[in-house]
């Protein structure tokens, strides 16, 4: 039996109104706002090989441990309601997201409230900063907790602003920011996100602008409300060193659902897969190749958990690594 070997995804761009379409240097210029590149997720199809066009949750459904490790295994069988991974799903979403304007300030909820509200799984998520324009922020919680008529009264007459705790954007910075956290990007951030597999997002106050068909975008403010916990203030750090062999590694931050970390190389390393997990590279700078595959900017790697060691090479190159922990 041939061993699975690494897969290549290229990025899906989606159009947002608080987009850039100047993505340099990690994407080309574009001709519409576009505010994320979803670089690995379920619907994800593999560029090249003889997988060409396989859809990720597919190739799951598949291979299930041989791609996931034992690691996937041991949680999609947990039976805990609104924790284990949906079966056939790949666990994380790996993104790039390019925020030259206001994004909405909004919440995400937390397993229980997503799986009461929606029979889904809710979404915590991990930013790493690439880039940030001077004056751009990140909105990270209310200054101090707040009832939740108080927040409802906020997002309908737009002072929720003044309420938000609001932090100063700089490249390097590493925040994970948990499931019921209100939050928002004020103008020019480009970051990597590596989150829970969930798309649900709950808008508690959009800045009365409108959206890409010209409408204000629909507000949740009774399940934003529902799902905000105004205790949580996440803390922005810095990377952590963990290793400088094979290649430089940092740790970004984790969670019960993913770890994440930077890797940082310029030449060539022999890169050694972990039997027991998968493990996804999101490149964030430069080009080179993985396993003899080329790669630039905003391509994705899948290590399959049985995959046998190969090599990478790149020049200034760094690839976002995540994984269940």
């Not at 791609?67 to 790996?94: C, H, K, N, Y």
């Not at 590694?249 to 993913?258: L, M, Q, S, V």
């Not at 039997?275 to 080009?287: I, K, Q």
Request: charged share 20%; net charge positive; proline share 6%.
């Amino acid at each position: 039996m041939t061993r699975l070997a690494p897969l290549r995804f290229r990025p899906t761009l989606r159009r947002k109104v608080w987009g850039a379409r100047d993505l340099r240097p990690l994407l080309a210029e574009t001709e519409h706002r576009i505010g994320e590149a979803w670089c690995l997720h379920d619907g994800s199809r593999v560029s090249g090989g003889d997988m060409d066009g396989s859809r990720l949750a597919a190739l799951v459904r598949q291979f299930g441990n041989r791609l996931m490790g034992a690691r996937w295994r041991r949680l999609a069988e947990s039976g805990a309601p609104g924790d284990a991974p949906q079966a056939g799903t790949f666990p994380i979403v790996g993104k790039l997201l390019f925020a030259a304007g206001s994004l909405s300030i909004q919440v995400h909820p937390d397993n229980s409230t997503a799986h009461r509200l929606e029979g889904a799984l809710g979404k915590t998520e991990l930013w790493h900063v690439l880039d940030a324009a001077p004056g751009a922020l990140l909105g990270l919680g209310t200054r101090q907790p707040v009832e939740a008529e108080t927040l409802a009264q906020a997002a309908e007459d737009g002072s929720i602003e003044d309420l938000m705790r609001w932090v100063p954007a700089s490249r390097g910075q590493c925040v994970l920011v948990q499931a019921g956290t209100v939050h928002s990007i004020r103008g020019g951030v480009v970051l990597c996100e590596i989150q829970q597999n969930s798309d649900l997002t709950y808008r508690l106050f959009d800045h009365r602008q409108s959206g890409l068909n010209g409408q204000p975008r629909a507000l949740q403010v009774g399940k934003a409300v529902a799902a905000a916990n105004t205790r949580l203030k996440p803390q922005v750090r810095g990377l952590a060193r963990r290793s400088s062999k094979p290649c430089r590694i940092d740790r970004i931050g984790g969670c019960p659902y993913f770890e994440a970390e930077l890797l940082s190389w310029t030449g060539p390393f022999l890169y050694t897969p972990d039997p027991r997990r998968c493990e996804v590279l999101l490149m964030v700078r430069g080009c080179g190749t993985v396993d003899t595959t080329g790669f630039e900017a905003g391509d994705a790697f899948l290590v399959p958990s049985e995959a046998a060691r190969f090599p990478i090479d790149g020049f200034r190159a760094q690839a976002v690594r995540s994984y269940l922990p």
